[in-house]
């Protein structure tokens, strides 16, 4: 699998964003999905994931109630809706395909990351 994300840009806080996470590939339905993010400085941390039916969703605390990941197995792309950003939300952002979890080890192909900063 292969993936190309997309989506990243200069915002102001408060506004959203959506990221886009593009997959080539004929097993892209069996795999869970999901992004993480690299602030400046910073070690890779976990966003959000969701599962090879789109059944279940996790996030992490902190995105709770602004990011919402979604996938379209149709378009064999993973979004990842991202409400009322913050300055620290600025980070590299990474999509990624393997086993549900919130641990970068399952995952076992990545994206090039798209880079969003949010100015205050």
């Known amino acids: 699998v292969q993936l190309q994300a997309s989506g990243g840009g200069l915002a102001q806080a408060g506004v959203s964003l959506r990221l886009s996470c593009a997959a080539s590939g004929r097993s892209f339905r069996d795999y869970a999905l999901a992004w993480f993010r690299q602030a400046p400085g910073k070690e890779r941390e976990f966003v959000a994931a969701?599962?090879?039916?789109?059944?279940?969703?996790t996030y992490a605390d902190s995105m709770k109630g602004r990011f919402t990941i979604s996938r379209d197995d149709t378009k064999n792309t993973v979004y990842l809706q991202m409400n009322s950003l913050k300055p620290e939300d600025t980070a590299v952002y990474y999509c990624?395909?393997?086993?549900?979890?919130?641990?970068?080890?399952?995952?076992?192909?990545w994206g090039q990351g798209t880079l969003v900063t949010v100015s205050s």
């Open positions: 969701i599962n090879w039916s789109g059944t279940t969703k």
């Open positions: 990624a395909a393997g086993t549900y979890s919130s641990s970068q080890g399952h995952y076992n192909y």
